[in-house]
């Protein structure tokens, strides 16, 4: 069947489009469930990674927001969660690691902007955990990593003003 420009068959026949407007049809159940289904496990995967992408991240949400797909929150809420936990736990014992740290903090902020119902009473504990070590002068913080400490706590929820001796490391503004 050969078309023209205007859409319309040569035969005689119509389109779909000509026939009803684009609010009467919707796409198949199947076809949503398999952009569910996939958006779903492609967002699972990511969120268990040992360094999140935060761009795929990103855009796997917005594809989904696009076609309408209804997603796992709570489900994906508890994988940023056990993520997070281990990253915090990994952060316990590589104090030095700068990266790890940043990629912490966004992780925290992707939960947050994406809505997810995370539960951080165990990152927010080992947070204070390593915040007391470096108060009390157990430990010394690397030259660069106060700012994104603090910023972490600030986006954790934790009042970090509270510690005196980590501000007293920040570069005056």
Not at 5 to 17: I, K, L, Q, V
Not at 23 to 48: S, Y
Not at 89 to 101: A, Q, S
Request: charged share 25%.
């Amino acid at each position: 069947m050969r078309k023209m420009r205007t859409g319309r068959s040569t035969t005689g026949t119509h389109h779909y489009s000509d026939i009803w407007p684009a609010w009467v049809w919707k796409k198949p159940r199947i076809l949503t469930m398999t952009a569910e289904f996939v958006l779903n496990a492609n967002l699972q995967r990511e969120l268990r990674r040992r360094d999140l992408d935060l761009i795929r991240i990103r855009l796997l949400m917005e594809q989904a927001n696009a076609e309408g797909v209804h997603l796992d929150r709570p489900g994906l809420g508890y994988t940023i969660q056990k993520s997070l936990t281990a990253m915090m736990e990994r952060l316990c014992r590589e104090p030095d690691n700068l990266e790890l740290l940043r990629n912490i903090s966004n992780a925290v902020e992707v939960a947050s902007t994406l809505d997810l119902p995370v539960n951080l009473w165990r990152v927010q504990n080992l947070y204070f955990d390593i915040a007391k070590e470096y108060v009390s002068g157990k430990k010394m913080f690397p030259p660069e990593w106060p700012e994104p400490f603090l910023n972490l706590g600030e986006r954790l929820r934790i009042r970090t003003h509270s510690f005196e001796r980590i501000g007293q490391l920040l570069p005056a503004a």
